[in-house]
């Protein structure tokens, strides 16, 4: 099942006294929180939708100010927070790009239909991501983004289907 919002950043901390936040930014885009005109604040069951009024960056943080936050004292009750937009307001993706909230959760299968086990987390390595495989009573495999490795990926169903490099599954059982 598609989620129907996508986690972009996570409050760190205040920045001045006029009501900024810090973001470290959870997308592989940072520069689209300047096309951010509506956010969703997220934690527990804590649930705020805030307008973006300004966005900057400084190092590999963004410093993001809210419409009606004016002031350090109305912002530091949202420190921690996760940022999410709706999936429609997403960076648009490429064939054969998908979101990382859709593909956690999803079951593995191998060629012949064997369920592997379900993604758990993706690891970002700079050359290809490396999905995270939770397998029970086992350890968790490790499988590479790779078009080698990966058949079909269905978002809709919530399932993948790899290829096994040789060798592969010996390291993990």
């Known amino acids: 099942m ?17 009501g900024e936040v ?7 885009s940072p520069d689209r929180f300047g096309d951010i005109e509506t956010c969703i604040l997220r934690h527990d ?5 805030l307008k973006v009024e300004s966005a900057r960056y400084f190092k590999n943080l963004v410093i993001l100010k809210f419409e009606g936050i004016d002031n350090i004292n109305d912002i530091t009750p949202y ?3 996760d940022i ?10 490429e064939e054969g790009e998908y979101y990382i909230a859709d593909i956690i959760g999803m079951d593995v299968y191998d060629e012949n ?3 592997l086990g379900v993604i758990r987390d993706v ?16 350890k968790d495999l490790l499988i590479p983004a ?19 490099l040789e060798g592969l599954l010996e390291l993990y059982d």
């Open 79 to 81: 420190i921690g927070y």
């Open 45 to 49: 069951n804590r649930v705020k939708q």
């Open 123 to 138: 690891l970002e390595t700079g050359a290809n991501d490396v999905y995270i495989v939770e397998r029970t009573g086992k």
């Open 113 to 115: 239909r064997n369920k």
């Open 84 to 93: 999410y937009v709706k999936r429609e307001d997403g960076v648009p993706l």
């Open 2 to 18: 598609m989620n129907k919002e996508l986690r972009v950043g996570v409050i760190v901390r205040t920045h001045g006294i006029r």
């Open 146 to 164: 790779t078009e080698e490795c990966l058949l079909d990926v269905d978002v809709e169903k919530s399932e993948m289907t790899v290829h096994l």
């Open 22 to 28: 810090k973001v470290y930014p959870t997308t592989d």
